[in-house]
């Protein structure tokens, strides 16, 4: 689990790094557009394009820190011993849809390197954003399997 979670933490400080980048680019374009006039070309396009690539690098960390919402309020007076089972399962359904969700987006990240898909205003390749999200998605999959695997406390390995 820590080679895990070292993989997990590396896709989240490059998601800061993709939303300070962002942050900077909109506030260049932002102040040009106000004294200027001019504005960066295609920044609105840029801006989906990394938040995408951010919130999927940002899904490994918030499934290995357990940073999903939980709703327990039908289980607040289950014991510990089915809280950890339901909580076990909802991990192994977590990781099969962001499996399944890793694999549609890969397909689609093929579908749009054999269209040749771009955006409107830069032409930049859509294939790329598809293939920025598959690992860290792959990785949520996998930390995810492993909790439901092994379980969440210090036995399993954190």
């Not at 962002?22 to 920044?43: A, E, Y």
């Not at 396009?45 to 690098?57: D, F, K, M, N, S």
């Not at 909580?87 to 962001?98: E, H, I, T, Y």
């Not at 294939?127 to 949520?140: C, D, N, R």
């Amino acid at each position: 689990m820590r080679v895990l979670e070292n993989l997990a933490k590396f896709c989240a400080i490059l998601a800061g790094f993709i939303l300070t980048g962002i942050t900077l680019m909109t506030c260049v374009s932002l102040v040009g557009r106000n004294t200027t006039g001019t504005t960066l070309v295609g920044d609105f396009e840029l801006t989906g394009v990394a938040a995408g690539a951010a919130i999927a690098l940002f899904l490994p960390w918030c499934q290995a820190r357990r940073g999903n919402i939980i709703v327990d309020f039908f289980t607040a007076k289950a014991s510990a011993h089915t809280n950890a089972r339901l909580d076990r399962l909802g991990a192994l359904l977590l990781g099969l849809s962001v499996a399944l969700l890793a694999w549609r987006t890969a397909i689609g990240g093929l579908s749009s390197w054999n269209s040749h898909a771009t955006t409107m205003m830069l032409g930049f390749p859509e294939w790329i954003v598809y293939a920025g999200m598959v690992p860290p998605l792959v990785l949520t999959a996998v930390i995810a399997l492993w909790q439901a695997a092994r379980g969440f406390g210090p036995e399993a390995g954190e």
